[in-house]
């Protein structure tokens, strides 16, 4: 598979936009300043945002808004000011060390064979090999954007882990770090900050692809992440109590039973009728099938015609397939993935067990990025081999479909500018790179990328489940930090016909990056400026149907 | 946990102002919730989407699909934003007592 490397100015990606350098701080910190950023209040500054290119030179960013006293005096706050966990106060000092106590004893497991064998040989070799040379810092969207705010330089979480380890946990750690200058005290307040930066980090994973050695400081943060949540109770609510403890106990994250699913699907039914002309029993529990099709249930509720155009596309293309209507089945979600090992193999047991017991031959992920890489290369990693199911991208059989002919298309229905967002973990991930872009060049006449992109793409800022993360103030960075570098990636991408006189559409065939997408452009007013809608990759196919009427993709923002 | 008080009412709610425990929902707590949402005065076509949410819920545990909500109440989606400023989501079913939507919707 062709993998896409821009080279010279593209390289860099930001052509009209380049990242302003002049950082507040400099360039390269001392073993001290790291330890000291983590003891001070470093509350993130719009001013010192990235400016975006026309036409929002004039926008001004309202500021993240600070957490009431109320709320502070109940729960913690990260070095930003910024709450993704709502970590409770500890309601004594002796409770405060009995948590620093866990944290450590933690730790030590983390770094252990029998208790971390999943992950361990990849965040050694992360942990001791990184020499600090900062080549990754660019890479990542969130450090340049904010305007190089050191507490998210990509080696700041691996750094501090790396000391605490030293100080701590090899022997010899009393004295030794002290001797090279650089001794650290474990407190509470320093693992808050810990914690919370972790959920500062999208796991994007470009730091890593840009690392001469291939460190990968995304997993160092995915690991830190793993630390709090299965030893110290501490994650994100959306992702753990909502997320996967939700979806385990109703069968989706969304909190959709089996009843709510069956009345999404009479309404899919019905709308396909009424939109392509098709009648369709969507097929479910269809035993032997060649593929069970697994969608990210948000889906369901926030984006149907999704789901309708698989649907469409399927059944057109005379494909083998089946949904499943047993709890957890029905939706590929397994945000596990992004923070405990324990609730991540209960999920993809889950769902390679209904897929046994239904007998198909492989499970086909639908649009959602984070379901691709727990279920394919994670779960190659992790699943003993007799409880496996080969899985498929659909991009890669919506490829077979569209490139061979197998339903009749008419680009020219698709006469309007399209940019692609690479999700993440599909493409950094899995390498899957060409197939969307065929399709998109044979189906969309006025497709161009965005710079960078492919292997190399930005992440939304909606990454590792920050898309779902809806408390608090941390929306309020999603969208002006993290979600930066995609805005300004996609004004770029339509600088020829930015005006609000044309429809533009970016494509993003990945449901968290959608909800990221949604926000972003919200929140920077891309649609009433601007005319930029978002969507999936199966929309614009079916749109382009010869056997549809005109007019499934609807204008309209949602 | 937060508790929301507006006139006679106090309910638990979580840092967003949903609802913690939905089924103390009743009337009045919808106006009062209503008045942290920019809604000033509930008027039919509010109740017509507080109570078309509030079944569904009931019903399914979820709050429905917006193209499902648009569609049984025949109101499009702007005019579901005008009657809502934070969106069917965020605005609508907080005023209709349902706990904050999870997942990626």
């Keep these: 598979m062709e993998q896409q490397r821009p080279t010279g100015v593209e390289q860099e990606g930001l052509t009209t936009t380049e990242t302003p350098a002049a950082p507040k701080v400099k360039a390269h910190q001392t073993p001290d300043d790291v330890i000291h950023l983590m003891e001070k209040d470093q509350t993130q500054d719009v001013d010192t945002l990235v400016p975006l290119p026309f036409p929002y030179e004039d926008w001004k960013d309202t500021p993240i808004p600070t957490l009431s006293d109320e709320q502070r005096s109940r729960f913690e706050v990260g070095p930003d000011g910024v709450s993704a966990l709502q970590i409770p106060k500890p309601a004594t000092e002796e409770e405060k060390e009995e948590r620093v106590a866990q944290f450590l004893a933690g730790l030590a497991k983390l770094l252990d064979r029998e208790d971390n064998w999943t992950f361990l040989q990849p965040l050694m070799l992360s942990l001791e090999n990184c020499v600090k040379c900062q080549t990754c810092n660019d890479s990542c969207g969130i450090y340049t954007d904010s305007g190089r705010a050191e507490m998210y330089r990509p080696t700041f979480r691996g750094e501090v882990l790396r000391r605490i380890i030293d100080r701590y946990i090899k022997p010899g750690g009393g004295i030794l770090p002290g001797l090279r200058g650089h001794d650290i005290k474990v407190d509470w307040n320093m693992i808050v900050n810990l914690a919370e930066l972790s959920y500062r980090c999208t796991l994007c994973r470009r730091c890593a692809q840009a690392c001469p050695i291939g460190v990968d400081n995304g997993l160092i943060s995915r690991e830190i992440r793993k630390l709090f949540s299965q030893e110290l109770g501490i994650a994100m609510p959306e992702l753990h109590t909502l997320g996967t403890v939700k979806q385990l106990k109703t069968g989706s994250s969304t909190g959709l039973n089996p009843a709510g699913v069956a009345d999404v699907i009479e309404f899919a039914e019905e709308d396909i009728q009424e939109k392509a002309g098709l009648e369709v029993k969507i097929p479910f529990n269809k035993e032997g099938a060649e593929y069970l099709v697994m969608h990210n249930a948000g889906e369901f509720l926030s984006w149907p015609e999704n789901l309708q155009a698989f649907v469409i596309i399927l059944e057109k293309a005379g494909v083998s397939w089946t949904m499943a209507s047993e709890p957890v089945g029905y939706d590929s979600v397994n945000y596990g993935l992004f923070y405990d090992d324990v609730q991540y193999s209960r999920i993809v047991l889950k769902h390679y067990g209904i897929a046994k017991s239904l007998g198909v031959k492989k499970i086909l992920e639908g649009e959602c990025g984070h379901a691709h890489k727990a279920a394919m290369p994670v779960a190659d990693r992790l699943v003993p081999r007799d409880m496996f199911v080969p899985t498929e991208s659909s991009l890669v059989l919506l490829e077979d479909i569209v490139m061979n002919d197998r339903i009749k298309l008419d680009p020219s229905r698709n006469d309007f500018p399209v940019t692609l967002h690479d999700p993440c973990n599909i493409t950094r991930s899995m390498g899957i790179i060409q197939p969307q872009r065929n399709i998109l060049k044979k189906i969309c006449p006025q497709f161009r990328e965005m710079t960078p992109h492919g292997v190399d793409n930005y992440c939304c800022g909606g990454g590792s489940g920050f898309a779902v993360g809806n408390s608090v103030n941390f929306p309020d960075w999603r969208t002006r930090v993290a979600g930066r570098m995609k805005f300004r990636q996609i004004l770029n991408a339509f600088s020829d016909s930015i005006g609000p006189e044309t429809n533009k559409y970016v494509c993003a065939p990945c449901s968290n990056c959608k909800g990221q997408l949604r926000d972003i452009i919200r929140y920077y007013e891309g649609w009433d400026r601007c005319r930029i809608l978002y969507g999936g990759l199966v929309e614009l196919i079916v749109n382009a149907m010869v056997d549809v009427p005109e007019g499934f993709l609807e204008w309209e923002f949602h | ?105």
Excluded: Q
């Excluded at chain 2, 648009?70 to 005019?79: R, V």
């Excluded at chain 2, 579901?80 to 904050?100: D, M, N, Q």
């Design chain 2, 1 to 105: 946990m937060p508790t929301f008080t507006h006139g006679e009412v106090s309910i638990d709610v979580d840092e967003d102002g949903f609802m913690s425990e939905p089924d103390k929902w009743n009337e009045t707590v919808a106006a009062a919730i209503a008045t942290t949402e920019g809604v000033e005065g509930l008027t039919e076509e509010h109740w017509k989407v507080v109570n078309y949410l509030r079944d569904y819920y009931l019903k399914f545990g979820v709050a429905p699909m917006i193209r499902k909500l648009c569609k049984e109440t025949g109101f499009k989606l702007n005019k579901i934003y005008e009657l809502f400023p934070s969106g069917p989501a965020k605005g609508a079913c907080k005023v209709a007592g349902l706990p904050k939507p999870t997942g990626c919707v």
